[in-house]
Nanobody, 116 residues
Framework: QVQLVESGGGLVQAGGSLRLSCAAS????????MGWYRQAPGKQRELVAT???????FYADSVEDRITISRDNAKNTVSLAIDSLKPEDGAVYYC??????????WGQGTQVTVSS
């Protein structure tokens, strides 16, 4: 069984920066994709960024120029750095792992609040 644990959320002023981390434990092998999603109150969960085990990245258009996703395959961790935070970036951020073969996992989420 795979578990994902996020950390790094909190209250940040607009214009500031934040780094979220996610540690995966359990049986993870082969090609996989780790990513971050977010869900604001009253809105659907949306994709923020993903990174494959080979290092290929994808960013949502709304945040592409302000975020960086990275991972450490040896430690099974994925991080998300967000710069120039805006109030609309406030949401619960979820770590996700697509391990293939129908194995799809979510973390419990970490709250990010951006004050204006």
């Amino acid at each position: 069984q795979v578990q994902l644990v996020e950390s790094g959320g909190g209250l940040v002023q607009a214009g500031g920066s934040l780094r979220l981390s996610c540690a995966a434990s359990g049986s993870i092998f082969g090609f996989n994709v780790m990513g971050w999603y977010r869900q604001a109150p009253g809105k659907q969960r949306e994709l923020v960024a993903t990174i494959t085990s080979g290092g290929r990245t994808f960013y949502a258009d709304s945040v592409e120029d302000r975020i960086t996703i990275s991972r450490d395959n040896a430690k099974n961790t994925v991080s998300l750095a967000i710069d120039s935070l805006k109030p609309e970036d406030g949401a619960v951020y979820y770590c996700n792992l697509d391990a293939g073969a129908g194995r799809y996992y979510w973390g419990q989420g970490t709250q990010v609040t951006v004050s204006s």
